[in-house]
């Protein structure tokens, strides 16, 4: 018997939503965040945690090159 397309075992982290290789630009955002601003930081609480995202993303919302280069490389939108 022939299952259905997108039925079968996915495993949760599975995120892919447009064919296999591609990514979310969202998982592009948290590496870059992950890398620069979250570099060897080191919380207390969870709200400095919060504002230290918060700062990272608007840094990235302020250059936009780099937004674009996160929409271009998931390979969700050929045109850019």
């Given at each position: 018997?022939?299952?259905?397309s997108?039925?079968?075992?996915?495993g949760?982290?599975?995120?892919t939503?447009?064919?296999?290789?591609a990514?979310?630009?969202?998982?592009?955002?948290?590496?870059?965040l992950?890398?620069?601003?979250?570099?060897?930081?080191a919380?207390?609480?969870?709200?400095e945690?919060?504002?230290?995202?918060?700062?990272?993303a608007?840094?990235v919302?302020?250059?936009a090159?780099?937004?674009?280069?996160?929409?271009?490389?998931?390979?969700l939108?050929?045109e850019?």
């Amino acid at each position: 018997m022939k299952r259905p397309s997108g039925a079968g075992i996915s495993g949760a982290g599975s995120r892919t939503r447009s064919g296999a290789g591609a990514s979310l630009p969202l998982e592009y955002l948290w590496s870059h965040l992950d890398r620069t601003d979250l570099a060897n930081f080191a919380p207390d609480d969870l709200g400095e945690l919060a504002a230290q995202v918060r700062r990272g993303a608007r840094r990235v919302r302020r250059k936009a090159d780099l937004s674009f280069t996160f929409l271009e490389h998931s390979g969700l939108y050929p045109e850019l």
